[in-house]
């Protein structure tokens, strides 16, 4: 099997849609997204009024990826702008931070706090 084909098969693999859980001010902003490409994120920045705007092509790539459970979009283009000159920048990072945050980072911190409660709970001088 040629690399190239194994490649396909790995991304055909991985092309799959990931429910992303986010609260704002205790409302539910639930999403889902497929992994983001190289030419999607090269898309973003060559729309961006400013290609090195960071953040731009970050909101422009939410808008983009942010899907139903189905696999529509959940935005159009007019959310752009609220994003950025309306939304607080705290909560706009929030929802644009969590198509960066992935399940095994979820599951990496969920073990990271359980081996710190434990730490926690050991008190008492050693024997």
Excluded: H
């Amino acid at each position: 099997m040629r690399q190239l084909d194994r490649l396909l098969e790995v991304a055909a693999r991985n092309n799959k849609l990931t429910k992303k859980s986010v609260e704002l001010d205790g409302e539910d902003f639930t999403f889902w997204n497929k992994p983001m490409t190289i030419a999607e994120y090269q898309e973003a920045k060559a729309k961006s009024k400013n290609p090195e705007d960071a953040l731009e092509a970050a909101i422009r790539l939410f808008v983009k990826k942010a899907l139903d459970e189905g696999g529509s979009p959940q935005y159009q283009s007019d959310a752009i702008p609220v994003l950025q000159k309306v939304l607080p920048f705290d909560m706009a990072s929030k929802l644009i931070g969590a198509m960066q945050s992935s399940e095994e980072d979820e599951e990496l911190e969920l073990d990271m706090k359980s081996s710190e409660g434990a730490t926690e709970t050991k008190s008492g001088p050693a024997s």
